[in-house]
């Protein structure tokens, strides 16, 4: 493939067509650099590489250059040529795709690359070139053929990385697992300013300028970057991307009008910019982020985005729990999805050809009653939507549903029930929530401890809770069953820590009432391993 121009780059690249043919399989010397570039006098690759989205035959492959990456990158205002190379061996023997394309100064000069023409269900090996500097070898992986019989599925379930809240001790254990794919729910940055255990690199951010310097802040993590260089990720954001409990078009802050919405765009171009992810750049204070993702015939994981099209929140009293509720929250007009997406999701779940249906999303679905209260933040603030999403989770012809969450700074495992508010009606799914990577978790916060046992004595279906460790979750999905292995960490507050499993818990399908079986109650093993080191090093360097 010969070098791309600005135009081809933006038509084939960024909206994810075929933006690079397959070469022929033939050796190539160590290290090939481009010719005739102008020289970089800085590593641009400061940020690392990444990959993301896998289907059967492409891979989103990512970078950014920035010899300066805290001071707007330090690239010059110009088109810079970067070549890429993907091999099917970590030696680099048999280079499968190559080519150039620019890095533009519109986009901070990250590359969006889709590698199509690549064989479904294997590891592939991938590394850029520009300015005379060569990147980290990254390693990533296809998706299953679409309906393939797959026998297991294992991935890590991340949210809530606050940079003032620790070190990401668990990204550093994370890197060491053995995984498919990093499914991240949202919070990869935080907005705000102030210090912690780690200071932020400014106040809080509201110019496209400042978003870029706090995502190049949190990327020049060893840890996240290694995560990063090792496995495929699928993201969807939160709240801290753009504002604090934002919704919508509604600013908690009570920014209005244009200002808003250019806080807005700057904070979804460069959540763009800064993700392996399968779409075109946003143009202005909105962008399209729903969709899914098959893993052979397994799973389809719908990514859904929860803040975008949201209703204003209803029953508020400060920003702390509401009980009772007002009249306003039954309103059946009132929508966490929008209609669009709701529609969307609900074709999707009912779509079939997979075992389980994986519904990515960032905060809590369960009905959970938290300091006599509920959060209105949540999907308890919004009740007929998820009822209307539950009604299509009960439907029996649909896969097994599993929903994960993250956002609120605890772990947990709970049922879902027919009827939210009724632990009598049937269980329709599962919900698994990741505790923070780094985030203050609710324990921390509140300055005590013990309280998932009282959540879990109090809350109706929640057989699980961990509200004082930080870490993440690992998922493991095989066509009969889902287990999630809660990871926690010893600290966030050093450099380095001790990783275990504080409780395992698997769900079968026919505990959500599909197959012949009778459902047979979820299985919640407590473990409390032994408690491994985590390297300040990860082991995997590429």
């Given at each position: ?10 038509g084939?690249?960024v ?27 800085d ?9 993301g989205?896998?289907h ?16 707007g ?11 890429y ?30 590698v199509t ?13 520009a ?46 697992e ?13 907005e705000?300013g102030?210090?912690g ?7 809080e951010?509201?110019?496209l ?30 709240d801290?991307?753009v504002?604090?409990?934002?919704a ?11 200002a ?20 075109a ?24 985005d929860t ?11 400060g920003d702390?729990?509401v ?26 779940l009912?779509?079939g ?59 947990g ?12 009606t ?23 401890t ?27 999905v ?19 820590a ?5 409780a395992?818990?698997?769900?079968t ?34």
């Amino acid at each position: 493939m010969g070098h791309l121009s600005r135009r081809h780059f933006l038509g084939l690249v960024v909206v994810g067509a075929a933006a690079s043919g397959v070469a022929p399989r033939l050796p190539v010397a160590a290290s090939p650099r481009l010719a005739g570039q102008p020289a970089l006098s800085d590593d641009p690759f400061t940020l690392g590489v990444a990959s993301g989205e896998p289907h059967p035959d492409s891979v989103v492959l990512w970078t950014r250059l920035a010899p300066d990456p805290l001071a707007g990158g330090g690239m010059p205002d110009a088109d810079v040529a970067v070549a890429y190379e993907v091999a099917a061996d970590e030696g680099f023997a048999d280079v499968v795709a190559q080519g150039t394309l620019d890095a533009l100064p519109e986009h901070a000069h990250s590359i969006h690359l889709v590698v199509t023409g690549l064989e479904a269900d294997r590891l592939y090996w991938y590394r850029f070139r520009a300015g005379g500097w060569d990147s980290p070898v990254g390693r990533t992986r296809t998706a299953p053929a679409l309906g393939a019989s797959v026998a297991r599925l294992r991935f890590a379930l991340a949210s809530c990385q606050n940079w003032t809240g620790g070190y990401y001790t668990a990204y550093a254990a994370m890197a060491d697992e053995d995984l498919d794919l990093v499914v991240h729910v949202g919070d990869y940055i935080y907005e705000g300013g102030g210090a912690g255990v780690r200071p932020h690199n400014g106040d809080e951010v509201f110019t496209l300028a400042e978003y870029r310097n706090r995502y190049a802040l949190y990327k020049g993590d060893e840890h996240l970057r290694a995560v990063h260089q090792r496995f495929p990720f699928v993201a969807t954001w939160d709240d801290h991307e753009v504002e604090n409990n934002y919704a919508g078009d509604v600013s908690q802050d009570g920014i209005t009008g244009p200002a808003w919405l250019e806080r807005r765009a700057a904070a979804y171009k460069a959540w763009w910019e800064h993700l392996p992810v399968r779409m075109a750049p946003p143009t202005g204070p909105d962008l399209q982020i729903h969709r899914t993702l098959d893993w052979g015939g397994l799973a389809r994981f719908c990514v859904l985005d929860t803040r975008q099209y949201r209703d204003t929140p209803v029953c508020l009293v400060g920003d702390g729990p509401v009980y009772p509720a007002c009249p306003d929250l039954d309103d059946p007009t009132r929508s966490m999805l929008g209609a669009d997406q709701e529609a969307w999701l609900a074709e999707q779940l009912r779509a079939g050809g997979v075992s389980w249906n994986v519904i990515a999303q960032s905060v809590v679905f369960a009905r959970l009653q938290l300091f006599g209260g509920f959060n209105m933040d949540q999907w308890d603030g919004y009740v007929p939507a998820r009822q209307r999403l539950l009604d299509v989770l009960a439907d029996t012809s649909t896969p097994c549903p599993v929903v994960l969450s993250g956002d609120i700074h605890a772990a947990g495992h709970a049922a879902l029930f027919a009827d939210a508010a009724d632990p009598t009606t049937p269980v329709v799914g599962t919900e698994f929530v990741c505790t923070a990577i780094s985030s203050s978790t609710i324990g921390r916060s509140f300055g005590t401890t013990g309280l998932g046992a009282v959540l879990e004595a109090t809350v109706p279906g929640l057989d699980y809770a961990n509200a004082d460790d930080n870490g993440y979750l690992l998922m493991t999905v095989t066509p009969e069953a889902v287990t999630g292995d809660f990871r926690v960490m010893s600290t966030v507050e050093q450099p380095t820590a001790t990783v275990g499993t504080d409780a395992s818990v698997t769900v079968t399908c026919a505990e959500l009432g599909r197959g012949d079986t009778p459902p047979p109650p979820s299985t919640t093993t407590t473990t409390t391993s032994a408690a491994s080191p985590v390297r300040a090093t990860p082991r995997y360097t590429g």
